[in-house]
């Protein structure tokens, strides 16, 4: 038998669960489908969730692709953002880019001082530092890189997958799991994708909210994005200002560590605009269109990973994607790639567990 065919009856049969419709989860089930060719030989997909787009974490925010500009990055991370930026990058070549949500853009990152390049300097097109001209345009940063990215918006993406993965013939269903063990006596395989959420599932201390809040503004002259760091703020408590592809603009610059709420508040309204402003003052014009507080799945690393829960009949593999932090849509399609190994993995060590005669 071919080595593909082979892969594809070893699934067969397989009942899979993904809990999560955000862009990890969908992306997770696309990369296991595509991996068996969309095959009927392949394993059966449903995924659980309770809010599907647009009403996930991703719905709502810009979708740069940026990954942290500074702190040690484990290596595998890095490699599935490089995964990520290549499979995207192919897109860009079909006229249908835009029903995807995706986009070229350039834009710049501001320091107080200087600092080391990033690991995806060379991920990225174009990256160089900021000359003093371009410099004397932003007062009170004295660093800084530009370079041009990708822009992916969730809003269209995420149902530009639900799309691809119901042609496949992917089931999808709404409801709130409140504990893994529930599936298992129907499902083989269960795919963690609960973001967030994921603190109140598994034992797992690491995982925590980290609040952010957005005000969309339309302000369609703005042409590219701007990203500021403060040593002394920490991670993203710093203006940014990233435009999307219809004018509307989201601009940002908080980060709270193990706020729960996802209310807007004022205080943080305040900070952001006075900020935003500060960096680009044209956007004082602008006419604000929508606000919204959501909560980055935060942790050291992301937690890729199988875990055996339950023994003898109710045993069941888990597989666990969660924890992108603020760079989720930055990573996602590498992170579903190494979740579809671990799939094929799980499938292999299943079918030598059953007689050879059998
Ligand atoms: C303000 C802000 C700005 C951001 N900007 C960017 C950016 O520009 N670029 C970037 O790369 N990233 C950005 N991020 C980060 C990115 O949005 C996240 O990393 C990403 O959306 C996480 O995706 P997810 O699928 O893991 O989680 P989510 O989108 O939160 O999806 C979780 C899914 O799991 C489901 N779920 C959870 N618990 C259960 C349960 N018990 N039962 C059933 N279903 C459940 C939910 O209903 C949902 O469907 C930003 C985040 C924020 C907050």
Redesign the pocket.
């Known amino acids: 038998m071919a080595e593909g065919l082979e892969l594809q009856a070893s699934a067969g049969g397989l009942r899979v669960a993904i809990?999560?419709?955000?862009?990890?989860?969908l992306s997770s089930a696309l990369a296991i489908v595509e991996h068996y060719g969309g095959s009927p030989l392949g394993p059966t997909i449903t995924v659980?969730?309770?809010?599907?787009s647009p009403h996930?974490?991703?719905d709502y925010?810009?979708?740069?692709?940026?990954p942290y500009p500074h702190g040690p990055v484990p290596p595998a991370e890095t490699k599935w953002n490089w995964e990520t930026f290549q499979y995207l990058l192919q897109f860009l070549k079909r006229a249908d880019v835009p029903e995807m949500g995706l986009f070229v853009q350039s834009g710049y990152n501001l320091f107080k001082h200087r600092v080391p390049d990033p690991p995806w300097c060379d991920i990225v097109l174009g990256f160089r530092h900021l000359t003093q001209d371009e410099l004397s345009l932003f007062p009170g940063w004295s660093y800084g890189w530009f370079n041009t990215t990708l822009m992916l918006e969730?809003k269209n993406y995420l149902p530009w997958l639900m799309k691809k993965l119901t042609n496949y013939g992917i089931k999808f269903m709404k409801?709130?799991?409140?504990n893994f063990m529930e599936l298992s006596p129907s499902y083989d395989v269960i795919i963690n994708?609960?973001?967030?959420?994921a603190a109140?599932?598994v034992p797992d201390k690491e995982v925590q909210p980290g609040r952010?809040?957005?005000t969309k503004v339309y302000a369609p002259w703005l042409k590219h994005f701007y990203s500021t760091h403060d040593e002394q703020k920490g991670l993203y408590n710093a203006p940014y200002i990233?435009p999307g592809s219809t004018g509307v603009v989201a601009l940002?610059g908080i980060l709270q560590l193990g706020n729960w709420n996802e209310e807007v508040n004022d205080e943080d309204r305040k900070y952001i605009w006075e900020g935003c402003c500060k960096l680009v003052p044209s956007l004082r014009n602008a006419r604000v269109v929508d606000e919204w507080a959501?909560?980055?799945?935060c942790r050291s690393s992301i937690r890729l990973e199988r875990e055996t829960l339950g023994s003898g009949f109710s045993k069941v593999e888990l597989i666990h994607n969660?924890g992108?932090?603020?760079?989720?849509?930055?990573i996602h399609w590498g992170c579903a790639q190494a979740v579809a190994a671990l799939f094929v993995e799980i499938c292999d060590e299943k079918k030598r567990a059953v007689p050879s005669h059998l």
């Open positions: 809990v999560g419709a955000g862009v990890v989860g659980f969730a309770e809010k599907f996930t974490t991703g925010v810009a979708g740069l692709w940026q969730c409801k709130k799991v409140t994708c609960t973001g967030v959420e109140h599932l952010g809040q957005l990233l940002g959501g909560l980055r799945p969660y992108h932090g603020g760079y989720g849509v930055t």
